[in-house]
């Protein structure tokens, strides 16, 4: 009687197929993951700066409210346009004289304004919109 010790070739065939499979796999999803991380890196690098570009047009939007303004800058390597029109215009609340009896219609002085914000860093580039309020120096 032969008493066999040990595996035969076909189990370590099969062993080694679900060893390569294991392992084949693993890399892809290594690899999978790698690239997320570098597309996730691009996206937070293109848009971390977002609050401070905003605030700046805020400031040229307020200095100087026009019906139409537009810009571009660059911060380190990511750039930048915007363009902002005019969208609405507002005027305080009507208001009324009990001296005269009349109701006095103060000018237009609020416009809002729709803002697009383009930004591009290494390839990459996102849209971006958003609204901003100005207003006009009181007139005496």
Known sequence: MNIS?????????????????????????????????????????????????????QQKIRSKPEESLSGSGRINKLTYSWQANVIAKGSAPQRFDLDSGSVSVPPERFWLYQVDLELSYAGRTEQLQFKELAWLPLVF
């Not at 040990?6 to 690239?35: D, H, K, N, P, Y």
């Open 5 to 57: 010790r040990g595996l035969t070739l076909i189990e370590v065939l099969v062993a080694a197929v679900i060893l390569f499979a294991a392992l084949s796999l693993s890399v892809v999803s290594i690899q999978s993951l790698r690239q997320s991380s570098a597309q996730a890196e691009k996206i937070i690098k293109t848009l971390q700066p977002t609050r401070m570009i905003a605030l700046s047009i």
